[in-house]
Every structure is written in C-alpha cells, then in structure tokens.
C-alpha cells in the first residue's frame, strides 16, 4: 500500500530510503527553497524517481524572501569548507528548515490521506542542525500527529544511525550513489571541500564513484 511521503533532495540518505520504501511511497517530494545546490539535487531526485516507478513532486518555498538567513541560500555568503565539527559549518543552518517542509509535507500527506512522512536526518547531522536530532523528530511527530485528522506520524529511520551506516545499506541494497547529489557549492562536480562533500567521501570509502572538482 502506497501510504507514505518522502522529503526527498536526490541526497545520498533520501536516495537510499527512495530504494528502501519505493512500494511504499505514495509521492516524493522535492523542495526547492532556494539553495545554491537545489538545481543539481532536483536532477538526481527525478531521475531516480522515475527509475523505481515514485511519483515525483516539486515543491517552491521562498524561504530567502522569507527573510531567512544561511550560507547555504543564494542569498548568502561563501560557503564554508571544511569539517561538520567545525564551527564555521553553523553557518550552513537554514532555520528550522526541516520544521517548515515536515509541516507542508503533514497537508500534503492528509490531503492524500498518507499514514507517514519519511525523513532522511542522521546521527552525523545533530552537531550543527538541531532539527534533525532525536527529541525535534519525537516532538514534531506528535505534533504532527495530533494536528492531523488521520494522525500521520514522522519516520525517521536513520536518527542514530551514521552517514556511513546509511552508505553500508544502500550499497546492500544496490543504490548507484553516483546517481545522488550532495554538494553544497551546486556545480556539476562535487567541490570535494564542504562539510558535506567530507561527509560524502567518509561514508562512502571503498566504494566511491563521485567525481571530485
């Protein structure tokens, strides 16, 4: 039964849940907020979807017209290499960012009258994005859940599980991670110098076909 919606980037975790619960997902939902990589990711995410038969929808949030500030939007500054842990990588918070496409995701799910929103967020993001740690996802959920006249609830399978982790599963389950986009510069090749492009090359050693610039 086809019940569930999927926050999907065309990112390496989103990816590996698309494979994971593609009998599952009812519709994938692509936001397009107005990062500098949103371009690249929503070339991923369709091809991918229309591989495995998902039915694909792109969302438009102006969150920079909203006012809302990171170096991950158009509107800000350089983005900043280097390592999550590092405290520059902050920088790259889009406030509340997960808050605000959960929320959409939860109308578009009762208007399809879906059980389950599926959100990619993992243990690798908590140092610097507070809306993909355990207790946001528990307390979302049951708001969620409560506002909703089917009491749709958030899964999020991958919270304590690593970036790495997540590779190892996809890999299991054959996911082409060359097929997945992950850079925050939003060229054509991966810059192979952000935070998450580190992330990227950590996760998937051994078996990594990204092309680095």
Same mark, same amino acid.
């Given at each position: 039964?086809r019940?569930?919606?999927l926050?999907?980037?065309?990112?390496?975790?989103?990816?590996?849940?698309?494979?994971?619960?593609?009998?599952?997902?009812?519709l994938?939902?692509?936001?397009?907020?107005g990062?500098?990589?949103?371009?690249?990711?929503?070339?991923?995410a369709?091809?991918?979807?229309?591989?495995?038969?998902?039915?694909?929808?792109?969302?438009?949030?102006?969150?920079?017209?909203m006012? =809302?500030? %990171?170096?991950?939007l158009?509107?800000?500054?350089?983005? $900043?290499?280097?390592h999550?842990?590092?405290? #520059?990588? @902050? &920088?790259?918070?889009?406030?509340?960012?997960?808050?605000?496409m959960?929320?959409?995701?939860?109308?578009?799910?009762?208007?399809?009258?879906?059980?389950s929103? =599926?959100? %990619?967020?993992?243990?690798?993001?908590?140092?610097?994005? $507070?809306?993909?740690?355990e207790?946001?996802? #528990?307390? @979302? &959920?049951?708001a969620?859940s409560?506002g909703?006249?089917?009491?749709?609830?958030?899964?999020?399978?991958?919270?304590?599980?690593?970036?790495?982790?997540?590779a190892?599963i996809?890999?299991?389950?054959?996911v082409d991670f060359?097929?997945?986009y992950?850079?925050y510069?939003?060229m054509?090749?991966?810059c192979?110098?952000?935070?998450t492009?580190?992330?990227?090359?950590?996760?998937?050693e051994?078996?990594?076909?990204?092309?680095?610039a």
């Amino acid at each position: 039964m086809r019940d569930k919606i999927l926050l999907y980037s065309g990112g390496m975790d989103s990816t590996v849940l698309l494979h994971q619960y593609s009998d599952s997902i009812r519709l994938a939902v692509c936001f397009q907020y107005g990062s500098k990589h949103n371009h690249q990711e929503k070339k991923y995410a369709e091809l991918n979807c229309k591989k495995l038969g998902v039915e694909f929808k792109v969302v438009n949030i102006d969150l920079v017209g909203m006012g =809302l500030e %990171s170096s991950l939007l158009t509107s800000g500054d350089k983005i $900043p290499h280097g390592h999550y842990t590092h405290k #520059s990588m @902050i &920088s790259t918070v889009v406030p509340f960012r997960n808050g605000i496409m959960l929320s959409i995701a939860a109308g578009i799910a009762e208007t399809l009258n879906c059980k389950s929103i =599926l959100i %990619s967020n993992h243990a690798g993001d908590h140092a610097i994005y $507070p809306d993909c740690r355990e207790g946001f996802i #528990s307390a @979302i &959920s049951s708001a969620i859940s409560n506002g909703t006249y089917n009491n749709i609830n958030v899964m999020a399978p991958f919270t304590n599980d690593t970036k790495r982790d997540v590779a190892i599963i996809g890999k299991g389950i054959g996911v082409d991670f060359s097929n997945t986009y992950s850079c925050y510069e939003g060229m054509e090749s991966h810059c192979g110098k952000c935070g998450t492009c580190i992330e990227r090359k950590e996760a998937l050693e051994g078996f990594d076909d990204t092309v680095y610039a």
